[in-house]
T-cell receptor
Framework: DVKVTQSSRYLVKRTGEKVFLECVQD?????MFWYRQDPGLGLRLIYF???????EKGDIPEGYSVSREKKERFSLILESASTNQTSMYLC??????????????FGDGTRLSIL | KQEVTQIPAALSVPEGENLVLNCSFT??????LQWFRQDPGKGLTSLLL?????REQTSGRLNASLDKSSGRSTLYIAASQPGDSATYLC???????????FGQGTTLQVKP
């Protein structure tokens, strides 16, 4: 079974801090994704990566950056945390085989609170 | 820009009932259509994926269909059980990078 592991289930940080959220997958997937999920707004894509050192902006990249130095690890960075970044953050990974996309597999999420 | 809509937002049914969840999308040029389940406070679990060239997929009591021309997908759940209670999300795939556009979900409650 595919396993996507997010480093923390719950995290509390203060405004202005630099925050790192880590995600690791064990299935050699090419694609990795970071979403945030908020009531009434659903899942929104922040950034995604389709290869090591490659990244593309999603729908709401402002205030975030990402890093993918190794294929199995995708990090989300909040450069200077603000209260409006309090949310549930979800990481996912998927592979592209024979030209077709396979299902995305999600981690359990990190509930981040910025005080 | 692709938009994905799920109606209704919430649904309550008695145990044993067969039910259909609806998903509509505005751009028919999708790569695939995926259905997920989310339990409270958890991540998403992939249920079914329909490639753009397919019409339906089945897994156990679940059957998902895709009609690109009308911009619709349905998830059929047979003989519902209380353990099926969760939020169900559909997502339209665009491009070969696996990027998904999600609907807001339908929260299903199956009463014993």
């Amino acid at each position: 079974d595919v396993k996507v592991t997010q480093s923390s289930r719950y995290l509390v940080k203060r405004t202005g801090e630099k925050v790192f959220l880590e995600c690791v997958q064990d299935m050699d997937h090419e694609n990795m994704f970071w979403y945030r999920q908020d009531p009434g707004l659903g899942l929104r894509l922040i950034y995604f990566s389709y290869d090591v050192k490659m990244k593309e902006k999603g729908d709401i990249p402002e205030g975030y950056s990402v890093s993918r130095e190794k294929k199995e690890r995708f990090s989300l960075i909040l450069e200077s945390a603000s209260t409006n970044q309090t949310s549930m953050y979800l990481c996912a990974s998927s592979s592209t085989r024979a030209g077709s996309n396979q299902p995305q597999h999600f981690g359990d999420g990190t509930r981040l609170s910025i005080l | 820009k692709q938009e994905v809509t799920q109606i209704p937002a919430a649904l309550s049914v008695p145990e044993g009932e067969n039910l259909v969840l609806n998903c509509s999308f505005t751009d028919s040029a999708i790569y695939n259509l995926q259905w997920f389940r989310q339990d409270p406070g958890k991540g998403l679990t992939s249920l079914l994926l329909i490639q753009s060239s397919q019409r339906e997929q089945t897994s156990g009591r679940l059957n998902a269909s895709l009609d690109k021309s009308s911009g619709r997908s349905t998830l059929y759940i047979a003989a519902s059980q209380p353990g099926d209670s969760a939020t169900y999300l559909c997502a339209a795939g665009s491009g070969n990078t696996g990027k998904l556009i999600f609907g807001q979900g339908t929260t299903l409650q199956v009463k014993p």
